[in-house]
């Protein structure tokens, strides 16, 4: 059953290439355009790449999680599987995983190579993708979580960045402080630790909040 | 789990249920009760909460006031196991259009665990009951309505509950596939089991054991 729930979710991405593709062309649309706007300064933008690499990966999020639910519910599938015997946090967890799997990591794939475009040493490079593997899950998250709260309402697309930008706060301070740390000599194990406690503590709540969000969602 | 061993005492209940939606009453008080082999038909205009009724009964939709029961477990608030012998078929079909018929009912009949795991077999078998074999390797995006009406219902065929919970079953359907759908309810019916469907037409007729239930909601 894991097995052919996990599959459903591939197939629907893989039938779907653009969603795969979008974010990755759109990091790299950015990625590129930030040097041809500010010029080849070498230093700047050795400094200024850790951001841009996490504004993708926002917009990204924002992007993907935005209606995340919207087919599910149009064509009557969320109602089929909260009223299942199966278990529905766990479809939920696979749903979050899955979504992680096909908008982020790709971009975190091509992290190196950006690196060496921009001469970011491997240890920045190391801690950069370090503190997205551990984040982003998180901001896919919250991003779902947002799409399941506003998935009753109407006209819903520009609430849900309004409601989930300030829970996306704490995960990016702690990521920027840890590669300002990694770049400046001092320690960052503290950073990471704390954002791996969020990733321990959200990606497992996560799916009984969706569960709870979704059952009132549609209830009206 | 599931009620195979108890169908002599199967027996769902339905007391004084009241419905509100932001301060409309959709239904009050209503008193159903429903043994095994019997079919409650929903019936009444566009509107008038037929889709909100069979909701309340799976648990999607939450009542304001009164409780069902099956046996004698209230099951309202939706999170008791017993809701894992209802099959809510709703009038959304439930089906992926970027996924092949035959996809669409694999990874509906792995939510359904009253299903024993070698469903392939299954899957290809029963589809030729509507007659949509041919159709088992296209996108549903391709398919007409009423073609992806009976994939819908091909899960009828698959499960192994005991109730099922069916909005408007013969929309779309021409006559040969509304009088399968039929068949397929009356055998459900002699196997012992309960439907409650809603439906504008009145097809309790060709249907033994039913009870039909009229909704008059006058907002």
Known sequence: MIKTLFYKEFQNYFRNLSSIFLPLIFFFLIISIFPLLIGPDKVLLNKIVPGI??????????LSSNNFFKDDYNNGYLETFLTSDSSVEFILFLKIISCWLFTCFPIIIFIPLVSIFFNISMKDSFIIISTLVIGSPVLISIGIFGSALTLGLAKNSILVPIIILPFFIPILIFSASAIESVSSGTPY?????????LLVFVLPTMPYLLKYTLSLSINN | MYMENALENFE??????????????????????????????????????????????????????????????????GDSQHLGNFLYIGHKNSLNDSLTVFENLEYLCALDRSIQNNIKSEITRNL??????????YLVSKLSEGNKKKT??????????????????????????????????????????????????????????????????SL
């Open chain 1, 189 to 197: 194990e503290m950073q990471i630790y704390i954002l791996l406690a």
């Open chain 2, 12 to 77: 769902i209940s339905i007391s004084s249920a009241t419905c509100l939606k932001s301060n409309n009453t959709i239904f009050s008080d209503i008193n159903y009760t429903l043994k095994s082999g019997e079919l409650l038909l929903v019936m009444g205009p566009n509107g008038c909460g037929k889709t909100t009724f069979i909701k309340s009964i799976c648990g999607i939709q939450k009542l304001e006031e009164g409780a069902i029961k099956l046996n004698n477990v209230d099951i309202s608030h």
């Open chain 2, 128 to 137: 030729s009951f509507f007659g949509i074999e041919n159709y088992k390797n």
């Open chain 1, 53 to 62: 690499v996490w504004i993708t990966i926002i917009f990204t999020t924002l």
């Open chain 2, 152 to 217: 819908s219902l091909t899960r009828l065929l698959l499960t192994n509950k005991k109730v099922w919970l069916l909005d408007e079953p013969l929309s779309y359907l021409d006559e040969n596939g509304a009088n399968k759908v039929l068949k397929l309810l009356n055998n459900h019916l002699i196997g012992g089991g309960i439907i409650i469907a809603s439906s504008h037409i009145d097809f309790s007729v060709d249907i033994g054991n039913s009870k039909v239930f009229y909704m008059d909601n």
